[in-house]
Nanobody, 126 residues
Framework: VQLQASGGGLVQPGGSLRLSCVAS????????IGWFRQAPGKGREGVVC????????FYEDFVRGRFTISRDNAKNTAYLQMNSLGLEDTAVYYC????????????????????WGQGTLVTVSS
């Protein structure tokens, strides 16, 4: 079971990036998917989660209206479109799958997310 996150990079404030999370050796559509991030010197925090069955999404307030999670089951891939990026969005971003088709009630905590990608660095800087 592997998750591969990619798409990070250096972007100016106000810019956009799209992160991808590709699953191998298992069907991503069976599980809820979460995106998390960890800024330098801080703990890992949940950003958004999406159910696998009904597509319901759970955004944290600090990204609501700026970030959009989506999934393409045919490509076994999830995405995180990030717009209007600010300096505070600088972090390593991780994708993870939940143990169930639904986002855990503990989200934005990391509990019940059992498979993690390696992380991709997003740096917002002028």
């Amino acid at each position: 079971v592997q998750l591969q996150a990619s798409g990070g990079g250096l972007v100016q404030p106000g810019g956009s990036l799209r992160l991808s999370c590709v699953a191998s050796e298992f069907a991503l559509d069976r599980y809820a998917i979460g995106w998390f991030r960890q800024a330098p010197g801080k703990g890992r925090e949940g950003v958004v989660c999406i159910n696998s069955s009904d597509g319901k999404t759970f955004y944290e307030d600090f990204v609501r209206g700026r970030f959009t999670i989506s999934r393409d089951n045919a490509k076994n891939t999830a995405y995180l479109q990030m717009n209007s990026l600010g300096l505070e969005d600088t972090a390593v971003y991780y994708c993870a799958t939940s143990v169930a088709p639904y986002c855990p009630h503990t989200f934005p905590g990391t509990k019940y997310f059992d498979h993690w990608g390696q992380g991709t660095l997003v740096t917002v800087s002028s």
